[in-house]
Nanobody
Framework: QVQLVESGGGSVQAGGVLRLSCTVS????????MGWFRQAPGKEREGVAG???????SYVDSVKGRFKISKDVAKNTVYLQMNRLKPEDTALYYC?????????????????????WGQGIQVTVSS
């Protein structure tokens, strides 16, 4: 049984920093494309960042230069380092896993490509 557990969310002021972690069991981060998604109230779920099996990363334009996704194979954990946070980053953030390599950025950031999901963790950025 594949389980993804997010941690590290919380409330910060604009310009602040948070690091989200996603610990995986029942699968390996090396064999899965791993993604971070977010959903704000009244909005659709949005792909934020993804890291493919070969380590290639993809980001939505709104977070490029501010967020960084990485993975620690030994710890079977994926991270999302979020810098210079903005109020519009406020959302419920989800970690997800897609078996195999997705290869194309458009697929890496597409929620329907992912089979396994965490329960979500809240990130709130105040102005």
């Amino acid at each position: 049984q594949v389980q993804l557990v997010e941690s590290g969310g919380g409330s910060v002021q604009a310009g602040g920093v948070l690091r989200l972690s996603c610990t995986v069991s029942g699968a390996t981060v090396s064999d899965n494309c791993m993604g971070w998604f977010r959903q704000a109230p009244g909005k659709e779920r949005e792909g934020v960042a993804g890291i493919d099996t070969d380590g290639t990363t993809s980001y939505v334009d709104s977070v490029k230069g501010r967020f960084k996704i990485s993975k620690d194979v030994a710890k079977n954990t994926v991270y999302l380092q979020m810098n210079r946070l903005k109020p519009e980053d406020t959302a419920l953030y989800y970690c997800a896993a897609a078996p195999g390599q997705l290869l194309f950025s458009s697929l890496v950031l597409a929620a329907d490509q992912y089979h396994y999901w965490g329960q979500g963790i809240q990130v709130t950025v105040s102005s």
